[in-house]
């Protein structure tokens, strides 16, 4: 995934950059960037590694050397970026969010119009310097960027700095949010609507799908302006999203608290105690707890002084290890006791299996598993989730096969999404098996998108029901 910040203004703008910046530290965990942009000394940048130490210390001296008007910055779990380019539009950073999955049919195609591109260490191309090279096949930026969001098959966000403001452009289909904050002499662009708050920013407008602005320290100005049709990641809500923001008018916090709420309200067992896992799975389980009236607990905390989402790395088999070292159980609260644990999903249960031995062996009773989504059957094809795998990976598909004897075709595989199925129980309890749960029950599709709130025309629900 990935997250980014950028910001004009008529002061110096590095500031607000390095810290609205950082606020996007929960969605990357491997490289980070800014670039900005001055009259006196032109253009400049920074890229470094994430992997090992946050954002903050590994920019704080860069924070402290530029200066300049304008600037975007990035956190990213992939590729190195902003990238800054030198062409025919003059030069120009850009920095993106989302996922290109014609990425090799565009790059042939550049390549055939001598064009060509410099491969990263895994040999793949950096989809930010793709993005930049497709604006460059226009006569000018608006027109390059909107072809960039045409011609993407996923999702495309992005922000470009130039020497005259920072454009800002959100995904055709409005996968991803871009939100405006603005305060005297100064107008921000970014993913996480908190990120302006605390630099003294207030609410300006949210882009809509496919719309293009520009900005300056003065005024925002509409290039493109929105269109009809939008398919915002409901995982947004569900688990990326950070607390204390806001998409589309709807507070992830209090989306949460809905889920848990609409999740008490199907279920039939009394235990002792509500718990969620930390920390996406935390609100989901208050919103249970104060519907049901069963009390919320913590019988295990996270240790996070020395490891911060910033420290988990990208290899799966390591961040299984670190996620089960960062929980630190609290006896008192387990022993002898039938626990309700909610976390946001379950993608391949070996996080979570782990997690209910490690209670079970605490002294737990009982434990019984209340997902905050509905059984994960697709991968998805928009964004770069690390939650949302291969198919191959997903435990419900393991699950599927083996119950029917090998792969599923399209209409069986609808069967499994229904959840007043036999099929679907049938999938159900053979999880809850596998994973030694005392009893799962995942929440709807039907509740999870009324607990958003807005029409599910508007919801991209991919993952759950393979429905584009």
């Given at each position: 995934m990935g997250g980014f910040f950028g910001v004009a203004?008529?002061?110096?703008?590095?500031?607000?950059?390095?810290?609205?910046?950082?606020?996007?530290?929960?969605?990357?965990?491997?490289?980070?960037?800014?670039?900005?942009y001055g009259k006196e000394n032109g253009f400049d940048k920074a890229i470094h590694n994430i992997e090992n130490a946050p954002f903050r210390t590994k920019f704080a001296k860069d924070s402290n050397s530029m200066q300049g008007n304008f600037g975007i910055g990035c956190i990213s779990d992939f590729e190195a970026q902003p990238i800054l380019v030198r062409s025919h539009h003059g030069t120009f950073a850009v920095t993106t969010v989302g996922k290109i999955n014609n990425i090799d049919e565009i790059a042939q195609k550049l390549i055939d119009g001598n064009t060509h591109f410099f491969e990263m260490s895994n040999g793949d191309i950096n989809p930010t310097e793709l993005v930049a090279s497709i604006i460059n096949q226009k006569e000018n930026l608006i027109e390059g960027i909107k072809y960039a969001l045409d011609i993407v098959d996923g999702s495309l966000s992005l922000l470009v700095l130039t020497d005259k403001g920072v454009y800002a452009a959100r995904d055709k289909y409005g996968r991803t949010p871009v939100v405006l904050g603005h305060k005297e002499g100064s107008y921000c662009a970014c993913f996480?609507?908190?990120?302006?708050?605390?630099?003294?920013?207030?609410?300006?407008?949210?882009?809509?799908?496919?719309?293009?602005?520009?900005?300056?320290?003065?005024?925002?100005?509409?290039?493109?302006?929105?269109?009809?049709?939008?398919?915002?990641?409901?995982?947004?809500?569900?688990?990326?999203?950070?607390?204390?923001?806001?998409?589309?008018?709807i507070s992830v916090e209090?989306?949460?608290?809905?889920?848990?709420?609409?999740?008490?309200?199907?279920?039939?067992?009394?235990?002792?105690?509500?718990?969620?896992?930390?920390?996406?799975?935390?609100?989901?389980?208050?919103?249970?707890?104060?519907?049901?009236?069963?009390?919320?607990?913590r019988p295990f905390v996270k240790y996070t002084p020395t490891w911060p989402r910033s420290f988990m790395p990208t290899h799966q088999s390591k961040r299984n290890l670190i996620a089960k070292m960062k929980l630190i159980p609290i006896h008192d609260l387990i022993d002898g006791k039938s626990l309700l644990l909610i976390d946001d999903s379950i993608v391949r249960g070996t996080q979570l299996r782990e997690t209910t031995e490690f209670l079970y062996s605490s002294g737990a009773k009982e434990v019984h598993i209340r997902p905050a989504c509905p059984p994960l059957l697709f991968g998805c094809k928009y964004l770069n989730f690390s939650r949302s795998t291969s198919e191959m990976e997903l435990i419900t598909r393991r699950v599927i096969e083996e119950l029917e004897g090998g792969a599923p075709d399209d209409k069986t595989l609808k069967e499994y999404t229904d959840p007043n199925s036999e099929k679907y129980q049938q999938m159900v309890d053979k999880i809850c098996e596998k994973l030694h749960f005392t009893s799962l029950r995942y929440h709807r599709l039907d509740d999870m998108i009324n607990s958003v709130g807005i029409g599910a025309d508007k919801l991209c629900t991919y993952c759950w029901n393979g429905e584009e």
């Open positions: 203004s008529k002061e110096d703008c590095v500031f607000d950059l390095f810290y609205g910046v950082d606020y996007h530290s929960h969605l990357g965990t491997r490289r980070a960037g800014m670039a900005v996480e609507s908190f990120a302006y708050l605390n630099l003294g920013y207030e609410d300006y407008k949210e882009l809509g799908p496919g719309e293009i602005v520009v900005f300056d320290g003065d005024s925002v100005k509409t290039l493109v302006t929105p269109g009809d049709k939008m398919k915002i990641c409901t995982f947004l809500w569900i688990y990326y999203g950070y607390p204390s923001s806001s998409y589309e008018g209090k989306m949460r608290y809905n889920c848990g709420q609409a999740l008490a309200k199907r279920d039939n067992v009394k235990p002792d105690i509500v718990a969620g896992v930390p920390d996406s799975g935390i609100a989901h389980a208050i919103g249970y707890a104060n519907e049901s009236g069963v009390p919320y607990s």
